[in-house]
Every structure is written in C-alpha cells, then in structure tokens.
C-alpha cells in the first residue's frame, strides 16, 4: 500500500541517510539549506484547506486499506487515490514540517537568561545550541528566520530540535511567550525527527496544535491568518469522521472544485462507503470543543435526528476521554441497602 514517503516530505532529497531511522542524524545546516530554498519559492497558503485536503484524502485512503491486503493490487481508483495521498499528503506535511521549525526557533528567543538551563543544554546537546540560542536572542523574528536559514548551528537535527522543546518546558519565559504550549509543539516535531510518530501522525496532530494566543498559525509565514471558526469547524467535523461529508455539502468556503471532484470519483467506486451530509449532533457527540445550534436546526429541518447520532450520544455519555482514542466507562455507584 501507498504511504507518505519518510525520507522526501522534510525537502531532503531520498538516500540511504534520511530514512526514518536515520532523520534525526541529518545536520542543521542541511535542513536549513533546503528549509531556505523551500521558504524562498514557497507563497501563502490557507491552512484550512490545506486541513480539508489533508483530512479528506487521508479518509478515503483508510477506506481503500480497510479493503485491501498490503500487497494486493489495487483498482484503478483506488490506486489514483492511493498516488493522490501520497503526493499531496508529502505537500502538506513538508510544509507543516518547516513551518512548525521556523516558528519554535523563532519563539525560542524570548527564553530569558538563565544559566542554569544553558548549563544544562550545553551538557545534553552541545554548546553550538547555546551559543546559537544567545546569537537569536537579540533579533526580530525575520531575523531569526535569515539566521536559521543561513547560520545555523553545527549540530544534529535531533539534538537541535530536543533541545528546542527542553528549551521550551524548562527555560524562563514571561506570560504569553514560551512555555508549556510551545514545548508541545516543539515535542511534535521532536517526535517526527526520531521516528516516534510517521508524517501522518504528525500533520494530523499539527492541524490541532495551539499556543499561549490561539492555533499556531499566525505567524505570517508559509501560511495565511487563520480565520478561528472556520478551521474551528473543519477540526470539530474531522473529530466526528466527517470530513468528506463536508466536501460534499460544500459546508466550508475553502472547500474546493478538485476536492469535490476527487470525492465523486471516489464515490462512484463505493457510493454507500459515505455520507451525503455532515450529521451535527453526531459532531457535538464526538466530543466537538464548539457548538452548532443552527446547523443542527437546519438538519432536523430538512433531514430529521439522525439514529446514529442519538444513539452516538448515548454511547460517548458514557465514557469519560482521558484523550481523544482513550476513555473509561461511566458506571453510576449502587449501595446495597
């Protein structure tokens, strides 16, 4: 079966050196040079399509590999489908890749002074980390951009990007800079380095990711500003597994005619495999952090409750999410008399 390729979405050509094993072995100054390349020729996109994208082709590939055997041929459609993941998930990914490094280098320079924790960073990953964390400090944010791009520390993207996300969980920062949310988000894109999660599980994770003033995509670069409902709405739908759902209705202004096509076509293949509606009480059942009264005012109007979703609700109103695939069951207590 197709997957995201491990070794090319990061913009390092394919070898021997960059396989997943090997990725957190790559040196900085070789990520920057492509992350410089990229950055240059690279212009805005929007985020939210970049998610609808992502999130309904990932969806009809786990319809595809629920289908077929590993190694089995696949059909014609499914196999355009399988090359249309694999090519535009490694897009999206590779984006997500270097914008989500160019932005905790780039918060990494409000850490205040603390020697203890450059004591400890020095010790643990080397003092090129130090010296350059000290040659950020005092830039702007384009600078730190240009410094990363051009002169950066000679040292281990894995090093580098542990370093980045201890920086973060342990270094003094003032309200609003640094921090915990950011070290989460530093921590994603550790993980990735070392091959603890694949590219799919960190795109996926990386749509959701937020820091101390809301998503992490407002910092002018790679992407355009976010607009908070609607990418608030497209996550709240793909919680519940509805996202092509959604690009049938056209429910999101950044729903596009390719996207609709795609589904179509899918859709001809295995017309029952989804729904022809975005089902919104099913949407607050799955644990949606926004809600949506006239959207499900407008589907009882025209298409009644849905059976699944009540009885949905029913299900999740007895469990109690520890996170979003890790729950308990809710057992009300009963006292012999």
């Avoid at 690009?247 to 390719?258: I, N, W, Y």
């Amino acid at each position: 079966m197709y997957h995201l390729p491990s070794d090319t979405v990061a913009g390092i050509k394919a070898g021997p050196l960059f396989t997943k094993r090997s990725r957190a072995g790559v040196l900085v100054p070789r990520v920057a040079a492509q992350l410089k390349k990229y950055h240059t020729a690279a212009s805005e996109v929007y985020v939210e399509r970049e998610g609808i994208a992502f999130y309904l082709l990932n969806h009809l590939f786990w319809i595809v590999s629920r289908k077929r055997a590993a190694l089995e041929i696949l059909a014609p459609v499914e196999l355009k489908m399988a090359q249309s993941y694999s090519l535009i998930g490694s897009m999206i990914a590779k984006r997500l890749f270097y914008y989500t490094l160019l932005i905790t280098t780039r918060e990494a320079r409000h850490m205040g002074k603390s020697a203890t924790v450059y004591a400890t960073l020095k010790s643990k990953y080397g003092p090129e980390f130090v010296e350059f964390h000290k040659f950020i400090q005092s830039s702007g944010s384009g600078g730190v951009v240009g410094k990363l791009q051009d002169k950066p520390p000679m040292m281990t993207l894995g090093d580098y990007t542990s370093a980045i996300a201890e920086l973060f969980y342990t270094g003094p920062f003032t309200h609003g800079y640094g921090g915990k949310p950011w070290g989460d988000i530093a921590e994603t894109l550790r993980k990735l380095v070392y091959g603890e999660t694949t590219f799919e599980m960190f795109a996926d994770t990386a749509f959701t990711l937020c820091h101390n003033g809301g998503p992490m995509f407002n910092k002018g670069m790679l992407y355009h500003m976010y607009e908070a409902s609607s990418l608030f709405k497209i996550l709240d739908v793909q919680r519940s597994g509805q996202i092509p759902e959604l690009v049938r209705e056209k429910g999101s202004s950044h729903v596009t005619p390719d996207l609709v096509a795609v589904l179509n076509e899918f859709s001809d293949e295995y017309p029952t495999e989804t729904g022809q509606f975005v089902d919104w009480f099913r949407v607050e059942a799955a644990g949606a952090l926004h809600k949506y009264p006239s959207e499900k005012e407008k589907q009882v109007k025209v298409h009644g409750h849905s059976k699944i979703a009540v009885e949905e609700a029913k299900k999740l109103a007895g469990r109690f999410y520890i996170m979003p695939d890790v729950y308990v069951t809710k057992y009300d207590r009963k006292v012999a008399a």
